[in-house]
């Protein structure tokens, strides 16, 4: 018989774990291949302009090396996500600085480093922008020098990648609604918020190894690209187009990842095609692997934004109307930006119940390079924005942010701004009270008040509600259609194929989990196929926290489909031990010469998602949480600190409780160092901390208790219950951390990353007038917002 | 080129290298020992820790030359035979990896602090630790292998 402990819910070890701490796992940098030649990337010193000449120094033998330009490009000179915009090299104009302009190789890595500088190019400027306001302002002013992208047919207008516009209801209703709202409203209270570009820092730099094999009449006959990256079937794509093959001619493997967090999303497609172009021209195995400055300066960050609200409140509490306007600056060229402005933009209303809303969004577009996927995908940023804003409501009409919240909460059945009912349970009263309860946010709230009165050391507690989707937005899911394999190996051990990557999430282990738990075999015994695209079906990228949910489902549907045809075609028992389960695959697999289960995405019943309107189910599963920050703000050193953090969150049923901690662990990590530490510095578009020494990641001295907390409730869409985990905790822990230093402080920040020279600025600008002038004394009312209208009447 | 020897692992080498290439290089290229990652290569990020002569450094800022008659450990030494030692057991157990990148830098850095502390309050945990970054973690897994560690030592150097 077969009664064995729980696989999911349990935690076995990792997958790949072994090879991880014996120090054994091959990542690309560990890798080489017979007579390999090493690349590298020319890239533009100006931010934008024509190129004039290229010439090369005379003091180098360039016949050691291969050069790669544009003019070499065997097809299409692009590398397309959503619009061919984006050039693989640039061939006569600049967009960004560190562009990347030639490609060299040579045998001898080291002989690289004066070629790159051998290379002389010769410009001709042009006027760059690069802020979100340079860039609408030129669109205002109409200054065709400043227009640096000229909208495409692919969508798009000057200087704007992408648009949104989303109601709450029908367009017209929605507005007349808002009038009525805003005429209505006992407040109306304003607020703008910013969030700065964030890298992503993951330890390993991107890096790949191409080959390229030519048939008999010397044409290009295949490529193979490795490399680090999360999404293998991306980079076949992009290499479709580069050389004009066909998919089943772009093999692409995906070796050990060293961390990504987006930041192998769509880069990979970039650095993976150059590097099969240099392959293409010497005839030799190229590898290239960006250094830390390189890889910092010219690869993607998360999207820098700005977020207004307006908002229509009653004077008991409760949401009337509100508009809510989101910009993201997107970077040179439209890359990812309007899908990761599609979740910012649906995610700006947050868990809250809206009679009327509108969210307008715009990607725009500046001379910086390109912005990416970064975890959370533009949730974070408006989720900032909303988080801090509702705080300034509750301030600005007297009531706590707990009560204004439960006022105001979403809950079971009720339809979100897009209009999609909330089917399955939602309980953000109760998390709210948990996590309240758990921080011991009540006590600490009256302790801290009495204490700040006499210490130069002001503590506080503050909070953020929040949810993410999981999957791919609206439509996205039926268009990725993804597939899945399950074999029966010949030692007889299933084996799961999937383009679903590991960098470290621990997509092993928990697909290995669903597949043992639903075929009732040892966790151990399951296999997961290396992510080769000639033998993994595309079960699409590894994004959008959509691997436990989607991707998990699909397995554990072949799980199940594969014990059905056991059952029927070789009498499998009901309740089979391991040996009578490998007994029947290896008779199967000796009729047929193979055991194979493959499924394919089968959308929900009842999901409805219009693309025009931007209305109807956005996702089919939502996580929900209720983050609280408690904070230290030194008010000689006006350093923050975060000295305690508890995450609660409600993500359906935990399948691994030990790598489901480490992802929220890890998330709030980065979600600290989004709000207190990480800072781009950026000059002419150029980042000029492009260095661990002076990009500041939070390190283990850095970081406050971080307690998790989990509520479990089932969902129908995922497997054994579960729900997408990996970007919600990126969302919540800045707006709490700047809840909590108002709290401490009384002082509204609304701006991140905020430093101690930030803090610093503001608190000597309100003592000393002299320095800062302009500032409003009243520490409530803060410089970025207003409040628009006292109450009305008493 | 010099010819620089010392010991790895336990074994002794002897290589005939420029005097200036980083370490971690020598490990890597020359010696093959590619367990020791560069994330930085400024001395910032931690992953190319080896124990030199017992002591935590950076391997990227290190010439080969200062190795000469030196006894490193990198993580390939830190097994025996295939046998994980403990320390890396409690970090598969705990989840102190996550993509592996840090791990073996992590490792080291976790030996080290354990020879000085064989019984580390979290704050020396924090600090010992402080030279490795892991984007991963957020560090709470990596200090709970290490307490596991370094409670199931003392607990065998109780029973012995």
Same mark, same amino acid.
């Given at each position: 018989?077969?009664?064995?402990?729980?696989?999911?819910?349990?935690?076995?070890?990792?997958?790949?774990?072994?090879?991880?701490?014996?120090?054994?796992?091959?990542?690309?940098?560990?890798?080489?291949?017979?007579?390999?030649?090493?690349?590298?990337?020319?890239?533009?010193?100006?931010?934008?302009?024509?190129?004039?000449?290229?010439?090369?120094?005379?003091?180098?033998?360039?016949?050691?090396?291969?050069?790669?330009?544009?003019? =070499?490009?065997?097809?299409?000179?692009?590398?397309?996500?959503?619009?061919?915009?984006?050039?693989?090299?640039?061939?006569?104009?600049?967009?960004?600085?560190?562009?990347?302009?030639?490609?060299?190789?040579?045998?001898?890595?080291?002989?690289?480093?004066?070629?790159?500088?051998?290379?002389?190019?010769?410009?001709?400027?042009?006027?760059?922008?690069?802020?979100?306001?340079?860039?609408?302002?030129?669109?205002?002013?109409? =200054?065709?020098?400043?227009?640096?992208?000229?909208?495409?047919?692919?969508?798009?207008?000057?200087?704007?990648?992408?648009?949104?516009?989303?109601?709450?209801?029908?367009?017209?209703?929605?507005?007349?609604?808002?009038?009525?709202?805003?005429?209505?409203?006992?407040?109306?209270?304003?607020?703008?918020?910013?969030?700065?570009?964030?890298?992503?820092?993951?330890?390993?730099?991107?890096?790949?190894?191409?080959?390229?094999?030519?048939?008999?009449?010397?044409?290009?006959?295949?490529?193979?690209?490795?490399?680090?990256?999360?999404?293998?079937?991306?980079?076949?794509?992009?290499?479709?187009?580069?050389?004009?093959?066909?998919?089943?001619?772009?093999?692409?493997?995906?070796?050990?990842?060293?961390?990504?967090?987006?930041?192998?999303?769509?880069?990979?497609?970039?650095?993976?095609?150059?590097?099969?172009?240099?392959?293409?021209?010497?005839?030799?195995?190229?590898?290239?692997?960006?250094?830390?400055?390189?890889?910092?300066?010219?690869?993607?960050?998360?999207?820098?934004?700005?977020?207004?609200?307006?908002?229509?409140?009653?004077?008991?509490?409760?949401?009337?109307?509100?508009?809510?306007? !989101?910009?993201?600056?997107?970077?040179?060229?439209?890359?990812?930006?309007?899908?990761?402005?599609?979740?910012?933009?649906?995610?700006?209303?947050?868990?809250?119940?809206?009679?009327?809303?509108?969210?307008?969004?715009?990607?725009?577009?500046?001379?910086?390079?390109?912005?990416?996927?970064?975890?959370?995908?533009?949730?974070?940023?408006?989720?900032?924005?909303?988080?801090? &804003?509702?705080?300034?409501?509750?301030?600005?009409?007297?009531?706590?942010?707990?009560?204004?919240?439960?006022?105001?909460?979403?809950?079971?059945?009720?339809?979100?701004?897009?209009?999609?009912?909330?089917?399955?349970?939602?309980?953000?009263?109760?998390?709210?009270?948990?996590?309240?309860?758990?921080?011991?946010?009540?006590?600490?709230?009256?302790?801290?008040?009495?204490?700040?009165?006499?210490?130069?050391?002001?503590?506080?507690?503050?909070?953020?509600?929040?949810?993410?989707?999981?999957?791919?937005?609206?439509?996205?899911?039926?268009?990725?259609?993804?597939?899945?394999?399950?074999?029966?190996?010949?030692?007889?051990?299933?084996?799961?194929?999937?383009?679903?990557?590991?960098?470290?999430?621990?997509?092993?282990?928990?697909?290995?989990?669903?597949?043992?738990?639903?075929?009732?075999?040892?966790?151990?015994?399951?296999?997961?196929?290396?992510?080769?695209?000639?033998?993994?079906?595309?079960?699409?990228?590894? !994004?959008?926290?959509?691997?436990?949910?989607?991707?998990?489902?699909?397995?554990?549907?072949?799980?199940?489909?594969?014990?059905?045809?056991?059952?029927?075609?070789?009498?499998?028992?009901?309740?089979?031990?391991?040996?009578?389960?490998?007994?029947?695959?290896?008779?199967?697999?000796?009729?047929?010469?193979?055991?194979?289960?493959?499924?394919?995405?089968?959308?929900?019943?009842?999901?409805?998602?219009?693309?025009?309107?931007?209305?109807?189910?956005?996702?089919?599963?939502?996580?929900?949480?209720?983050?609280?920050?408690?904070?230290?703000?030194?008010?000689?050193?006006?350093?923050?600190?975060?000295?305690?953090?508890?995450?609660?969150?409600?993500?359906?049923?935990?399948? &691994?409780?030990?790598?489901?901690?480490?992802?929220?662990?890890?998330?709030?990590?980065?979600?600290?160092?989004?709000?207190?530490?990480?800072?781009?510095?950026?000059?002419?578009?150029?980042?000029?901390?492009?260095?661990?020494?002076?990009?500041?990641?939070?390190?283990?001295?850095?970081?406050?208790?971080?307690?998790?907390?989990?509520?479990?409730?089932?969902?129908?869409?995922?497997?054994?219950?579960?729900?997408?985990?990996?970007?919600?905790?990126?969302?919540?822990?800045?707006?709490?951390?700047?809840?909590?230093?108002?709290?401490?402080?009384?002082?509204?920040?609304?701006?991140?990353?905020?430093?101690?020279?930030?803090?610093?600025?503001?608190?000597?600008?309100?003592?000393?007038?002299?320095?800062?002038?302009?500032?409003?004394?009243?520490?409530?009312?803060?410089?970025?917002?207003?409040?628009?209208?006292?109450? !009305?009447?008493? | 080129?010099?010819?620089?020897?010392?010991?790895?692992?336990?074994?002794?080498?002897?290589?005939? !290298?420029?005097?200036?290439?980083?370490?971690?290089?020598?490990?890597?290229?020359?010696?093959?020992?590619?367990?020791?990652?560069?994330?930085?290569?400024?001395?910032?990020?931690?992953?190319?820790?080896?124990?030199?002569?017992?002591?935590?450094?950076?391997?990227?800022?290190?010439?080969?030359?200062?190795?000469?008659?030196?006894?490193?450990?990198?993580?390939?030494?830190?097994?025996?035979?295939?046998?994980?030692?403990?320390?890396?057991?409690?970090?598969?157990?705990?989840?102190?990896?996550?993509?592996?990148?840090?791990?073996?830098?992590?490792?080291?850095?976790?030996?080290?602090?354990?020879?000085?502390?064989?019984?580390?309050?979290?704050?020396?945990?924090?600090?010992?630790?402080?030279?490795?970054?892991?984007?991963?973690?957020?560090?709470?897994?990596?200090?709970?292998?290490?307490?596991?560690?370094?409670?199931?030592?003392?607990?065998?150097?109780?029973?012995?």
């Amino acid at each position: 018989m077969s009664e064995r402990k729980p696989i999911l819910g349990g935690s076995p070890i990792r997958k790949e774990g072994r090879a991880k701490v014996l120090g054994a796992a091959k990542y690309i940098d560990d890798q080489e291949l017979p007579d390999m030649w090493f690349g590298a990337t020319v890239r533009s010193s100006i931010a934008r302009g024509t190129i004039r000449s290229i010439t090369f120094s005379p003091e180098i033998n360039w016949e050691e090396f291969a050069i790669v330009r544009a003019s =070499d490009i065997p097809g299409e000179n692009t590398i397309v996500h959503l619009t061919k915009d984006h050039p693989c090299l640039a061939a006569n104009e600049v967009n960004h600085p560190e562009e990347p302009i030639l490609l060299l190789a040579h045998p001898d890595k080291t002989a690289l480093i004066a070629a790159v500088r051998g290379v002389k190019i010769e410009y001709d400027e042009l006027p760059g922008v690069f802020t979100i306001e340079e860039s609408e302002t030129a669109v205002e002013n109409n =200054d065709v020098e400043r227009i640096i992208w000229p909208g495409s047919d692919q969508g798009g207008t000057a200087n704007c990648f992408k648009t949104y516009l989303m109601y709450s209801g029908d367009a017209k209703e929605t507005e007349d609604g808002l009038a009525t709202a805003f005429e209505n409203a006992d407040f109306i209270v304003e607020g703008e918020y910013h969030t700065g570009a964030q890298e992503q820092l993951y330890i390993e730099n991107n890096g790949v190894i191409a080959e390229c094999f030519r048939d008999a009449t010397g044409g290009i006959e295949s490529l193979c690209v490795r490399g680090s990256m999360q999404c293998p079937y991306y980079l076949v794509h992009a290499l479709t187009l580069v050389f004009n093959l066909p998919e089943d001619k772009c093999r692409v493997i995906q070796v050990e990842t060293g961390g990504a967090f987006g930041g192998k999303e769509d880069f990979p497609s970039l650095i993976g095609s150059h590097a099969a172009l240099l392959a293409m021209k010497c005839g030799h195995p190229v590898k290239i692997t960006y250094d830390r400055a390189e890889d910092m300066a010219a690869t993607t960050k998360r999207h820098p934004s700005r977020t207004r609200h307006r908002t229509a409140v009653s004077k008991d509490g409760k949401l009337l109307g509100g508009t809510i306007d !989101v910009a993201i600056d997107g970077g040179a060229y439209a890359t990812l930006s309007p899908v990761v402005l599609s979740r910012a933009t649906i995610h700006a209303p947050g868990p809250y119940k809206w009679p009327h809303v509108r969210v307008k969004a715009k990607a725009m577009a500046t001379n910086i390079p390109p912005h990416g996927a970064f975890r959370g995908f533009g949730a974070p940023q408006s989720l900032f924005g909303l988080e801090r &804003h509702m705080d300034k409501i509750a301030k600005t009409i007297g009531l706590t942010p707990e009560e204004f919240r439960r006022r105001n909460f979403l809950a079971t059945g009720d339809c979100t701004a897009t209009g999609q009912p909330l089917v399955e349970p939602v309980d953000m009263q109760g998390l709210l009270t948990r996590a309240l309860r758990e921080a011991g946010y009540h006590e600490k709230l009256a302790r801290f008040a009495e204490e700040n009165k006499t210490s130069s050391i002001k503590r506080g507690v503050g909070f953020a509600s929040f949810m993410h989707g999981t999957g791919f937005t609206g439509s996205g899911e039926r268009r990725l259609n993804s597939l899945v394999y399950l074999d029966v190996r010949e030692d007889g051990r299933p084996e799961i194929l999937v383009s679903s990557t590991e960098f470290g999430q621990g997509t092993n282990t928990i697909l290995s989990q669903v597949a043992a738990q639903t075929l009732n075999l040892p966790y151990e015994s399951i296999v997961v196929s290396p992510v080769d695209t000639s033998i993994v079906p595309n079960s699409g990228p590894t !994004v959008a926290s959509r691997t436990a949910m989607i991707v998990g489902k699909l397995v554990e549907r072949a799980s199940l489909q594969m014990l059905t045809l056991l059952r029927n075609e070789e009498k499998l028992p009901e309740a089979h031990t391991p040996e009578e389960f490998k007994a029947a695959a290896l008779a199967y697999r000796a009729k047929h010469g193979s055991l194979r289960c493959s499924v394919r995405y089968e959308p929900p019943a009842k999901i409805y998602w219009d693309d025009e309107l931007y209305r109807g189910d956005a996702y089919p599963g939502y996580a929900w949480a209720v983050y609280v920050a408690e904070v230290a703000v030194d008010m000689n050193t006006y350093m923050a600190t975060c000295t305690r953090f508890d995450a609660l969150q409600e993500v359906g049923m935990v399948m &691994h409780p030990v790598l489901a901690k480490g992802q929220i662990e890890g998330g709030v990590a980065q979600g600290i160092g989004y709000a207190l530490y990480e800072k781009c510095m950026w000059k002419d578009g150029r980042m000029m901390n492009n260095q661990m020494t002076n990009y500041i990641m939070p390190t283990s001295a850095d970081l406050p208790p971080i307690h998790v907390h989990f509520e479990e409730v089932p969902s129908i869409h995922g497997p054994g219950g579960a729900k997408g985990i990996g970007e919600l905790p990126m969302d919540g822990p800045a707006p709490a951390i700047l809840n909590a230093i108002e709290n401490a402080t009384g002082v509204a920040f609304n701006t991140i990353p905020l430093l101690p020279e930030d803090i610093f600025e503001r608190f000597t600008s309100f003592t000393d007038p002299e320095l800062g002038g302009t500032e409003d004394m009243d520490p409530a009312v803060d410089r970025d917002t207003r409040v628009e209208s006292a109450e !009305v009447s008493a | 080129m010099s010819v620089i020897q010392f010991s790895v692992n336990g074994k002794r080498e002897s290589i005939d !290298v420029p005097p200036m290439k980083r370490l971690l290089d020598v490990l890597r290229e020359d010696l093959h020992l590619t367990g020791t990652k560069e994330g930085c290569g400024e001395g910032e990020c931690g992953a190319c820790a080896i124990l030199f002569d017992g002591e935590l450094v950076n391997s990227c800022l290190v010439p080969a030359l200062q190795a000469n008659g030196a006894r490193l450990c990198t993580i390939e030494g830190v097994s025996t035979e295939g046998h994980l030692h403990p320390i890396q057991q409690c970090f598969l157990e705990k989840g102190g990896a996550q993509c592996g990148i840090c791990t073996p830098g992590m490792i080291l850095a976790t030996h080290h602090l354990l020879d000085k502390y064989p019984n580390p309050t979290m704050a020396q945990i924090q600090e010992g630790l402080a030279g490795n970054l892991c984007r991963c973690t957020g560090y709470m897994r990596i200090f709970e292998s290490v307490q596991q560690a370094a409670q199931q030592a003392n607990e065998l150097t109780a029973k012995s």
